[in-house]
């Protein structure tokens, strides 16, 4: 099922493999998704295209400076008829939100989203209310025009899973989208693979994949690495440590393994560590970035030599 979910979004985002590959993992282990790069390579199709593939409520908003934390989380408006207040649900009320430019919007409003990404809950009034599982936010943002936005803060950057860039297609996946797309685009042919119930069912799925005391514990060294590093001013969160491993997880699955690999670690160390992480102003003036440092900790980081597998499993040596 993760397979044809997978072949749906790459049916309209052309060229870009590794990146579908790591939108459907952060899905699939619970996570959030935000998606940086330069305007017109493709972050909304992105996020619509995974949406679309998936048969389950969907609800789009659009970041903007007037934007307020009720328009996302709802609000209690009085019935006069019967006396009461009544709970109108806002646009958080989905199983996937689309949140479009989301450093457009004020912090205050930005602040709305972290109750929800966290504890997947709103809380209105006093009153409790729990979001319908899956649920999962994927977020765009323009890094480049800094007109009119608002940097994310570092809480809100550390709810999401992972942080994604597009990249410039190749020109061969160029010319296939010119043909592809230039008639009408082919996210309006795309037809639903899944629904909201299956994508539940291959989270539970992902949840028993097998993860020995070593790989935990490399996990564990390369997170404690970006907190001990000079270059790094603020280090992940434990918070960080546990999607890394979630995400794993679901690397693996996806990889038709029942088990992790330090590859998996390796592999998602930059898009779920980088984006948490503060360099100093000493590597600002180095220019290097938060993705080459956590590169340099990977190579730096030794890997563990053996690794128990899952019951079964024919051997100990990675």
């Not at 330069?38 to 659009?62: E, H």
């Not at 992940?236 to 699955?253: G, Q």
Request: aromatic share 4%; charged share 25%.
């Amino acid at each position: 099922m993760a397979r044809r979910i997978r072949g749906a979004v790459e049916q309209v985002i052309e060229g870009k493999p590794d990146v579908v590959k790591l939108a459907l993992a952060v899905m699939l282990a619970e996570g959030h998704l935000l998606i940086e790069d330069v305007p017109g390579v493709g972050k909304t199709m992105l996020a619509k295209t995974l949406a679309r593939s998936v048969d389950c409520s969907v609800r789009r908003i659009q970041f903007t400076p007037d934007l307020l934390p009720s328009d996302i989380t709802g609000v209690s408006v009085y019935d006069q008829q019967r006396q009461e207040f009544e709970f109108k649900p806002g646009a958080v009320f989905a199983n996937i939100v689309v949140g479009d430019e989301i450093n457009r919007a004020s912090p205050k409003t930005q602040s709305a989203l972290l109750e929800c990404m966290e504890e997947r809950q709103v809380t209105v009034d006093g009153v409790t209310y729990h979001l319908d599982t899956p649920f999962m936010v994927i977020a765009t943002q323009n890094p480049v025009e800094m007109e009119g936005t608002y940097p994310l803060p570092e809480a809100q950057r550390d709810r999401f899973m992972a942080r994604v860039s597009m990249g410039y297609p190749s020109p061969q996946a160029e010319l296939a989208m010119l043909d592809g797309h230039s008639a009408a685009s082919p996210l309006d042919r795309l037809e639903p693979v899944a629904d909201a119930g299956l994508v539940s069912d291959l989270i539970d799925l992902v949840r028993t994949v097998y993860v020995s005391p070593e790989v935990k514990r490399y996990a564990i060294d390369l997170v404690t690495a970006t907190r001990r590093s000079p270059d790094l001013r603020l280090g992940a969160s434990p918070r960080a440590t546990l999607h890394l491993i979630r995400a794993a997880r679901a690397i693996a699955a996806l990889d038709e393994r029942d088990y992790v690999l330090p590859d998996d670690v390796q592999e998602l160390a930059v898009p779920v560590l980088a984006h948490r992480l503060l360099p100093t102003a000493d590597a600002h003036l180095e220019r290097r970035t938060a993705e080459q440092i956590v590169a340099d900790l990977v190579r730096r980081v030794p890997i563990p030599s053996t690794a128990e597998g899952p019951p079964g499993w024919p051997g100990d040596r990675y």
